[in-house]
């Protein structure tokens, strides 16, 4: 059943708006149209000319990828590199291509972090460097004869939600002051003379992403010709987005007992890992894809281990023995995220073909 790509990237975008991606990603549709219609879609950690060749073969009209294929931006396109080629390819039979990077690293419910801790059967997870500047708070003097309206229509916009908690918000009961000039249309009072009303002050958070929808629920269900409002922007953390995660094992595991299990969840045969003064292991720290940066923050929430990938050599001394730190490899911890796609996909559109691709794009071997 053919679909507009616009619709899929918004069904994914649900999970991870494009809003959490670092400021250096280049997460989005890369290649095509939002209203270009697709029937089946090829799901990938990385593409390469090899990939869009897959998607030829089974007829697929895009490719999702994790990886964006154009990273630092484009100045000509002559196939002088693998990137050039394989946008060239894409183009020329039809393909568009969409990525889901850092946004998808950065949600924490049906994200990479997520999807890996189920694969560690790592439970109790919550994010290990929350985000900052993301939220914001809406306050709007509404008449009591339309609060109810008003703050439900809010919630259902998505405003109100703290952690594991909906619907929060607190409210005030004031009297506000107004005088409707010539040419107002007022709901309530008279032109020329001030009218006093029993009103209610609300204050909600919501998402920053989210604004145009909070703001649009708030004029369409206020019955004022001009409503009192206003919005802050704020430094707290959101504890539901950002880098990495950490949570527990169901049961204490030896070090090398735990070693097996990272083998054998991850589909291993070999890492690299620090030594650890460690006996055993039960609080563990992960970040899928390069999440050095993340070593000493694992460290100072109490993780015994740090599962993660692309750590230089000094930073292995930043464990100091405290911290057992795993690097699984870049490719090997990030490959569960096409079954994100899927499910995503799956659940919002039962009828629309997609297929994993069966290309291995890890760049490194092991000899």
């Known amino acids: 059943m053919p679909i507009k790509i616009g619709s899929i990237t918004d069904a994914i975008e649900e999970v991870a708006p494009s809003s959490l991606q670092e400021d250096y990603d280049n997460s989005g549709l890369l ?3 939002k209203n270009d219609e697709v029937e089946k879609a090829l799901l990938c950690l990385d593409v390469t000319e090899e990939v869009v060749e897959e998607a030829i ?3 697929c009209d895009l490719i999702i990828c994790h990886h964006p294929i154009i990273f630092r931006g484009l100045k000509r396109l002559n196939g002088n590199n693998y990137v050039e080629r394989t946008v060239i390819k894409a183009i020329k039979n039809n393909i568009a291509i969409y990525a889901c990077h850092t946004n998808l690293d950065n949600a924490l419910h049906q994200g990479v972090n997520q999807k890996l801790a189920e694969k560690l059967n790592i439970k109790q997870g919550r994010i290990l460097a929350p985000m900052k500047g993301k939220l914001a708070s809406l306050v709007v003097y509404i008449p009591n ?5 008003v703050q439900n229509a809010l919630f259902l916009a998505g405003a109100g939600n703290i952690g594991n908690y909906s619907e929060c918000g607190f409210s005030t009961e004031g009297i506000g002051t107004f005088k409707p000039m010539d040419g107002s249309e007022p709901f309530l009072g008279e032109q020329g003379k001030r009218s ?11 998402p920053k992403y989210k604004q145009a929808e909070i703001l649009s629920a708030m004029n369409s269900s206020h019955p004022y010709e001009e409503i009192a409002y206003k919005v802050n922007e704020l430094n707290n953390t959101w504890q539901e987005v950002g880098a990495g995660l950490i949570g527990e094992l169901n049961e204490e595991m030896e070090v090398e007992d735990f070693v097996k299990h990272i083998k054998t969840s991850l589909g291993i045969d070999t890492f690299k890992g620090t030594k650890t003064n460690k006996t055993s292991i039960k609080r563990v720290a992960l970040c899928g894809g390069a999440g050095s940066f993340l070593i000493n923050t694992a ?3 109490g993780a015994e281990a740090y599962i993660t990938s692309d750590v230089k050599y000094h930073e292995y001394f930043d464990a100091e023995g405290e911290l057992f730190l795993c690097d699984v490899g870049h490719y090997e911890s990030e490959k569960h995220t096409i079954t994100i796609f899927r499910d995503i996909l799956s659940k919002k559109f039962p009828n629309f073909a997609t297929i994993f691709a069966t290309t291995n794009t890890n760049p490194i071997q092991y000899y």
């Open 299 to 301: 460290r100072a929430n």
């Open 31 to 33: 290649v095509g149209n």
């Open 196 to 206: 006093l009303e029993n009103e209610q002050r609300l204050e909600l958070i919501f």
């Open 57 to 59: 073969d089974n007829n």
């Open 145 to 149: 004869s339309h609060f109810e309206k």
